[in-house]
């Protein structure tokens, strides 16, 4: 299966998102993804009030008609700021806007800041893992059939219409975010890719402890669990890509270079030195240490599609030097 490489792109002016899209595109890679918040939060609840969170439906609109080729979509969009129906429409837009290039994302919520901030309902994670597992039901069959009618226990759909379909057929790949059992269970039941990041949804935001938890072992126990889980609704395991997010990427020149960014990063994760570099969300080395630990993760845990995060700061340069001297070679 052939391997996928892209970014997620936030926190940027959109004229900036714009010229990084056309570049990686330039470079051939895959994707181009974006989050979807009001807020744009870090680890236990930290955020600049001034970060720049757009709508990145518009966005992914805007940066459809910038480039040709690579794919755009979502990491992810959050189920509870919209009705599945309005998001079927729009997803549906954009795989029209983009000839056929979208990656649907869709996610339960977990930033509680954000809800709290304005006052939209935010219920405890299995309401809203059920009212995903809903969503993803009525969007693909908007997405497929002639006329959907759905009663379930937070969606009601009656002879509803969606027209023109998706040019991607019979919808676009799905991808679904996130690392809770309950989320791994609905990925299971409807995901193309899924991305594996630690569990917030149950706290409401990204704890340190979390991303302590996130090992090796227990990144290959949560894909073994989304394996089985697959084959429990009649699917084929194997057909469910692997999505990877790496939140720091960094090439270093000396292996003593590494090993002390990844000292000064241990204390505020509350991990050793050897577990952040092991960690499943970072890849931090030069370039042939990197391109072994990718080849690693591919082999070990399956992984179909890395996603590089941009919060650590991403330019032309190092979207090059990734592209010729890391993947290349993976």
Partial sequence: ????????????E???IRDLAQAAEALDYDYIVFPDHIVIEGPERQYDAHALAWDMISIAAAVTTATKKIRIGHLVLCNLFRHPAITAQSMMTLDHLS???LLAGLGSGWTETEFQMTG????PIPERLRMLDEALTCIKSLWTKEQTTFDGEFYHLKDAILWPKPIQKPCPPIIVGGGGKGLLRIAAKHADYVNIIPDAGKQGHISLDKVKELTDAAYQEK?????EEAKRNGRDPGAIQISSYLFTVTLTETRAAARQMAEGMAPMFKLTPEEVLASPLVLIGTPEDCVKEL???VKVWGVTQFLFSTMGGLDEKLLRRLKEEVIAHV
């Fill in 295 to 297: 080849k690693r993760r």
């Fill in 14 to 16: 959109p004229s900036r």
């Fill in 223 to 227: 894909i073994g669990f989304l394996r």
């Fill in 1 to 12: 299966m052939k391997l996928e490489f892209g970014f997620q792109l936030a926190n940027m």
């Fill in 99 to 101: 000839n056929g290039r």
């Fill in 120 to 123: 939209i309902p935010f219920p």
